[in-house]
């Protein structure tokens, strides 16, 4: 285990008592009764940030049962979620009536990530949309800012001043975008560069190169970002990938060359092991297994793909035992609908149905956990309590609402069947109101 590259002050270790619910392996691959870890009657010891001991209360208790300690009783406590693609400058236009994915573009987002040209625009925005992931549950996020790099700036400063684990990158984009966006291919290459000098690794923070997808790139744009990335093999690569049929038309046409959309990113040497795609809604079979060798990572956005009329993403070919991918849930804020993973994980669930397919409540719970730090190649840092790894936690309440209480009154789960149902009632109605609390590095915020 590598250590945490953080440590906060914590003058004396504290403890948390309840029922602790994670995974230790992916239940795509492993039998859910190994892959999932409850522990009814649980304790977590927090020192410096980070977690020092977990287990069952009766065997910790000898060592840990003098520690200050908060208990919660009727609450499922969880590694924090993992949303793998959300945008913050978007935040203000979640909701936007009326167009699918190029005409979405032009009509709302365009002109709202103008806006993000003031830096101190974006500072207000950046704090608005961390306390949203936060009630939300979610305490890592890969982000997209705008192609201001003051945007990117003021998110950073946000999350730092948090404490929080946060991947985000400046958005570059040389073509078919209004020129009030437009970066060139130098000068995106040049401030992506002095971005990742100044913020990639400084605490909790990671830099993803951004360029927004093939459509607004040059050709040179994303071999420079490819470049940035033999630069910098440890930062990451977050784009958006095959989602929509109209957009997926005009990436052959501008890339004729090209074997299909994936080969326009893999020809600037952009997919790479921390390459994370957004969608993959279009994906051919080629394609899917391409992303599988290459070890790549999709983000499935099941709000977001409902609501602009995009398509049903394949899990099972995805998550498919010959060309497994990583796979970790993304809101998409603002084409997505909800900051909550719970709502998230809801929709996905449904897309699955839509397909004649199950998304059994742990699958789902995995791709906002520790699937979607294994996507982020955060799993050392968060997304389960193994020792030694972050204290990024929620605590949830399955009776948050009167129908929730009344759905939920019987007896606390001992049993993964009794939990899987408790949990997948939760997912189903669930959202902000069911996150009691949230904490980062062990604090509650
Ligand atoms: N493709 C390119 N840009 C975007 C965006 O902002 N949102 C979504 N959903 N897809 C995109
Ligand atoms: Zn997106």
């Known amino acids: 285990m590598s250590s945490i590259p953080y440590s906060i002050s914590q003058p004396s270790p ?91 573009l032009n009509r709302y987002t365009f002109p709202t990530e103008r806006k993000f040209e003031s830096k101190q625009y ?13 009630r939300n549950g979610t305490t890592t996020a890969m982000v997209f800012a705008t192609v201001f790099p003051a945007s990117v700036d ?12 946060m991947i985000a990158g400046k958005v570059m984009m040389d073509r ?38 093939a459509i607004t790139s040059t050709e040179e744009q994303l071999r420079l970002a490819g470049k940035l990335l033999e630069e910098f093999p440890d930062v990451y690569l ?38 994370v795609f957004a969608h993959g809604v279009q994906l051919t079979d080629a394609e899917f297994q391409r992303l599988s060798a290459a070890q790549s990572a999709i983000a499935f956005c099941p709000t977001s793909n409902l609501f602009l009329g995009s ?23 603002g084409a ?23 998304l059994s409540p742990f699958k789902a719970l995995f791709l906002a956990t520790l699937g979607g730090a294994r996507a982020l190649c955060l799993e050392d840092e968060i997304g389960s309590f193994e020792v030694g790894k972050a204290a990024d936690f929620i605590i949830l309440d399955p009776q948050a609402t009167p129908l929730m209480a009344f759905r939920n009154q019987s007896c606390w789960p001992e049993q993964l069947d009794e939990l899987a149902e408790l949990v997948f009632s939760l997912m189903m109605m669930g959202d902000d109101r069911s996150v009691h609390a949230t904490y980062i590095l062990g604090q509650q915020v």
């Open 14 to 104: 504290k403890a948390i008592r309840g029922s602790f619910l994670d995974f230790v392996d992916d239940p795509f691959y492993v039998p859910e009764t190994e892959s999932v870890r409850y522990v009814a009657d649980g304790l977590m010891v927090v020192a410096n940030g980070a977690i020092v001991a977990f287990g069952p209360y009766a065997d910790l208790q000898e060592n840990y049962g003098e520690l200050p300690t908060t208990t919660y009783s009727n609450q499922i406590i969880m590694p924090g979620f993992v949303d793998t693609h959300i945008h913050y400058p978007q935040t203000e236009m979640i909701a936007a009536y009326g167009e699918q994915l190029l005409e979405w």
């Open 122 to 134: 974006a500072k207000e925005v950046a704090e608005i949309f961390l306390d949203e992931l936060l």
């Open 154 to 165: 003021a998110f950073f400063e946000a999350a730092e001043r948090r404490n929080l684990c």
């Open 176 to 213: 078919n975008a209004p020129d009030f966006l437009r970066d060139t291919a130098v000068s995106s290459y040049e401030e992506t560069k002095a971005l990742i000098r100044k913020w990639h690794k400084r605490g909790r923070l990671r830099y993803a190169i951004t360029p927004r997808f």
């Open 238 to 275: 977050h784009t958006h990938l095959s989602e929509n049929v109209d957009e997926v038309a005009w990436v052959q046409q501008l890339f004729p060359d090209c074997q299909g959309y994936l080969d326009a990113y893999d020809m600037a040497g952009l997919v790479k092991e921390r390459s």
């Open 311 to 333: 398509g049903l993403f394949k899990i099972e070919q995805a998550k498919s035992a010959h060309y497994p991918i990583k796979v970790g849930l993304g809101t998409d804020v």
């Open 336 to 358: 997505g609908t909800s900051f909550s993973m719970l709502q998230t994980a809801n929709e996905a669930y449904k897309v699955a149905q839509l397909r004649h397919q199950k």
